[in-house]
């Protein structure tokens, strides 16, 4: 048992495709020295992230990667790239052993916790038993909303949502101070205000 019985092959057919371009894009970014050229393909890499979990019927996560991961982080990532170099430098190959053997190590704890998991699709495991039956029951009737994902997290949810919303703006907030937008943008208008008192004063004189 695979799991996968009863699946669509262009269903499968599109979610291999899909996670070999994610490979190829993440092996792209890891021999890349441009920063640019980094960032617009982390954004891709989200953008295809998104489209995966839409094939698999997870619009909710599809649409918070899209939006944070690829609009937010992005945006983010080219503000701070204005305050360093464009070009990474070179690293030595010691340096490039470690972090591999840890991917490749917490990558293999990841594949064989899989094991456990239930069967792609199953209707008796725990997402599609319990509070879920509840949900699809419930929600039409105590919501009136007729997307389920919607009720689930604009109200069941809703507080929770609410606590995501907060941390993502508490996260992009701490990282525009970070990056001291806002003292540049002070001293700037501090700049500003200064020439325009002293061609203000230069004026006065002038008409004296």
Not at 60 to 75: H, L, P
Not at 112 to 125: E, Q, R, V, W
């Amino acid at each position: 048992m695979t799991g996968y019985e009863g699946v669509d092959l262009s269903i499968a057919l599109l979610n291999v495709t899909l996670l070999a371009i994610l490979f190829v894009v993440a092996i792209s970014m890891a021999r890349l020295r441009s920063l640019f050229a980094i960032i617009m393909l982390s954004g891709i890499y989200s953008l295809i992230s998104a489209t995966w979990f839409v094939a698999l019927d997870a619009v909710d996560v599809a649409f918070t990667e899209a939006s944070v991961g690829a609009g937010v982080s992005t945006a983010l990532f080219l503000a701070a790239m204005l305050l360093t170099t464009r070009q990474a430098k070179p690293e030595r190959g010691v340096m490039k052993v470690a972090p591999l053997l840890v991917v490749l190590v917490t990558g293999a704890i990841l594949i064989y916790a899989t094991i456990d998991l239930p069967g792609f699709g199953d209707p008796n495991s725990p997402a599609n038993t319990y509070v879920g039956i509840e949900y699809l029951a419930r929600s039409q009737s105590d919501i009136a909303v007729p997307n389920v994902v919607t009720a689930v997290l604009a109200s069941y949810r809703g507080f929770d949502t609410l606590g995501e919303t907060g941390v993502v703006f508490a996260a992009g907030l701490a990282v525009t101070l970070l990056l001291g937008f806002g003292e540049r943008a002070l001293s700037s208008a501090r700049k500003s205000g200064a020439k325009t008192s002293g061609k203000t004063k230069k004026g006065q004189q002038d008409g004296n």
